[in-house]
């Protein structure tokens, strides 16, 4: 397995023996390597609704360095991915090669589970038991939108004809006659394909070890499934690859846009035992996640019980407007008086400079501005066992205010995973202190 850190801009050395099976990764849109390989996860699975468009991103770089070496530079992608016997992690800058504790603790953050044992690596099952754990957390995100319904047909032989009658259906049924009618409808239904798909999932889930577990994580979780089986009436274990075939492609309406996300994980889910690692052919498989993202994921669970408010640009909720009549703006998070804008860098290494770039100083300005904020600045992760703020008050003829780098301590020294949760708890209740109450200091 070849091990490359995220944002290596530089390029890992290997040898092209060792990579060949994965020069078809690289140097290509990820938007069109999730087209041509279905068994690829990209988070968010959206990918063309995020900020940094990572649709038009690579995973990886790969250069040709001589006859029998090849230069592989990496960016804002972690996670896993592979091609035939070979495969590909991608771990961390703030995590070290040996554990991905750091990016394991932020999909336990963001996906809500609760599993201590799980390693991220190259095990056929460990990596894509990610699927199962992400489930719950999606399927709530999905059915905030209501349960889907679509147009179906049914098949009907009764008195009460309300649709077309099928006349060849009706002379082999009701001849001689008996007083009903065949003929078809087409109505609304919640029971189709895409629910029926999530009602196959859940019970899958139910067969797994921990699945029952997983699946009563909360209340909210458990309301959920319980729509889902009301619903799906239907249901028949028997035709699941039927359903999945259904599903191949999505084919839902704008108006259910999140349910897309959680049929693309569904089928994933289920043709399990067909994306076992090590198959012998061209498929490109993995679970990849875009390092920006899942840092504003992850923060937004900390912020969110602390009062921010944190904008959806998708869902158009949480703007603020510069103008009266437009100029829509959505910063990362902000509240009261402090605006804060989520960024996956390696920031605050500097001394005590400020190095936060031009373009974002000036949006976060304009932001304070807007809010009549008095502080703001930047988050992000800082490898360490300290937290570290780096400010600067705005010039003494601008109104009163400073600007920051709140760096959160990601341990990097800890022999267990357990180890590193605790010291995470700690960094992160001294860092929500030093921004909500000490932070107020600066100012005054």
């Known amino acids: 397995m070849i091990t490359i850190q995220d944002n290596n801009y530089q390029g890992k050395v290997c040898s ?9 990764i690289g140097n290509k849109p990820i938007r069109k390597l999730c087209y041509d390989n279905e068994h690829l996860l990209v988070f968010p699975l959206s990918i063309d609704d995020t900020d940094d468009r990572i649709g038009d991103s690579t995973i990886v770089d790969i250069y040709t360095e001589d006859e029998n070496f090849v230069r592989i530079k990496s960016g804002n992608i972690m996670g896993f991915v592979g091609r035939k016997n070979q495969q590909m992690k991608i771990y961390s800058r703030f995590d070290n090669q040996e554990h991905d504790y750091f990016l394991h603790y932020m999909l336990q953050k ?6 201590f044992n799980l390693d991220f690596t190259s095990s056929e099952d460990n990596v894509f038991e ?66 029926e798909l999530i009602r196959h999932t859940i019970e899958y889930i139910k067969t797994i070890p921990s699945g029952d577990i997983i699946l009563s994580s909360d209340k909210t979780v458990e309301d959920c499934i319980k729509k889902i089986v009301s619903y799906t009436h239907s249901y028949n274990h028997t035709e699941r690859i039927k359903i999945i075939q259904d599903n191949l492609r999505p084919r839902i309406h704008p108006f259910y846009k ?8 569904c089928v994933q889910i289920l043709r399990h035992e067909e994306i076992k690692y090590g198959i012998d052919d061209d498929r490109i498989y993995g679970i990849l996640f875009d390092g920006a993202w899942l840092w504003e994921e992850y923060l937004n669970t900390l912020l969110c019980e602390k009062g921010f408010i944190h904008p959806e640009n998708k869902l158009g909720t949480g703007a ?13 998070f902000w509240k009261q008086d402090i605006v804060l804008d989520a960024k996956y860098k390696k920031l605050a290494i500097n001394g005590t400079r400020l190095d936060i770039e ?45 600007m920051a780098i709140y760096a959160l301590a990601i341990p990097k020294d800890c022999n267990t995973y357990a180890d590193f949760v605790k010291q995470m708890a700690k960094s992160e209740n001294s860092f929500l202190h030093k921004i909500l109450q000490e932070g107020k200091s600066e100012i005054n």
Request: positive net charge; hydrophobic residues 35%.
């Open 258 to 265: 999140e349910y897309t996300v959680l049929q693309k994980l």
């Open 358 to 402: 031009r373009d974002d100083v000036h949006q976060i300005m304009a932001y304070m501005y807007r809010l009549k904020a008095q502080r703001g600045g930047v988050i992000c992760p800082l490898t360490g066992n300290e937290n570290k703020i780096i400010s600067e008050r705005m010039h003494k003829d601008s109104y009163k205010g400073v």
């Open 320 to 332: 603020i407007y510069l103008f009266e009549h437009g100029g829509q703006r959505f910063p990362d």
């Open 16 to 24: 092209l023996h060792d990579t060949t099976d994965l020069l078809s």
């Open 130 to 195: 990610f699927l199962v754990y992400m489930f719950p957390a999606m399927l709530k995100k999905t059915m905030r939108q209501g349960i889907y319904k679509e147009y179906r047909r049914f098949r009907q032989n009764d008195a009460n004809v309300r649709g077309t009658i099928d006349i060849s259906r009706h002379i082999r049924e009701n001849i001689p006659f008996r007083g009903t009618v065949a003929y078809n409808t087409r109505e609304f239904s919640f029971d189709n394909s895409v629910t």
């Open 110 to 115: 963001v996906f809500s589970y609760n599993i």
